[in-house]
């Protein structure tokens, strides 16, 4: 069994917000709270630690009370390297044994996510447990943005990312992985759907008023 206080979760607010025009998404509101906070709020009670990935507006997400940690630029040698980078940093700043990875744009995430995938982890002996849900065809599909994985996984992750490999797939297909199903009864439909541009996020506030 993996207690809460063994995880930290990250909210990943590193990306370039093109779909956004370039706006810095995990600022941008959901129910006039900042999207990032949002999600901080929502996996707070999960799990017994937090922090934060973010690339810009590094005194903004501060002032969201948990720790802010940008990409490693230097050791990726990019601008831009994508989650993986925000994995990587959090794995190198994380001080409990597992750590959860939830992305700033999703902010109906279950409110259950790290108590099933660290069921999952613990009865499948795995390292990483991944999120999967229904598409809009009602096929499952994993959700690699929302994983479980324990902290040991750093030094490959940084062994990985050292040889120019960016795809979460190519790196969780090398580890001992579980996919944890979210299409159970309850389980809400939307809680994965991701806001790639201000017209989705606010479609989507409109559905929960």
């Known amino acids: 069994m993996i207690d809460a206080s063994q995880i930290?979760?990250?909210?990943l607010a590193g990306g370039q917000g093109s779909r956004m025009g370039g706006a810095d998404k995990g600022l941008q509101t959901f129910h006039s709270t900042p999207l990032a906070l949002h999600a901080l709020q929502r996996l707070a009670p999960q799990v017994g630690a937090l922090?934060?990935?973010a690339n810009r507006n590094r005194a903004a997400y501060e002032r969201f009370g948990a720790p802010v940690w940008p990409d490693d630029r230097a050791a990726l040698g990019e601008d831009y390297a994508g989650p993986l980078?925000?994995?990587l940093a959090a794995l190198a700043h994380c001080n409990t044994p597992y750590l959860l990875t939830v992305p700033c744009d999703t902010p109906l995430f279950p409110l259950d996510l790290a108590a099933?995938?660290?069921?999952?982890?613990a009865q499948e002996n795995a390292n990483i447990a991944i999120a999967s849900a229904p598409d809009a065809d009602g096929q499952l599909r994993p959700q690699p943005v929302f994983c479980l994985m324990a902290a040991s996984l750093h030094t490959s992750l940084s062994a990985f990312t050292a040889s120019g490999g960016r795809k979460i797939g190519a790196w969780t297909a090398q580890?001992?992985?579980v996919r944890v199903a979210f299409d159970q009864p309850g389980d809400d439909a939307l809680a994965f759907?991701?806001?790639?541009?201000l017209a989705e996020l606010q479609h989507m506030e409109s559905q929960q008023r």
């Open 8 to 11: 930290t979760g990250v909210i």
């Open 51 to 53: 922090l934060l990935n």
């Open 85 to 87: 980078a925000g994995f």
């Open 116 to 121: 099933r995938l660290a069921d999952a982890l």
């Open 193 to 197: 759907f991701n806001a790639n541009t």
């Open 175 to 177: 580890q001992r992985a």
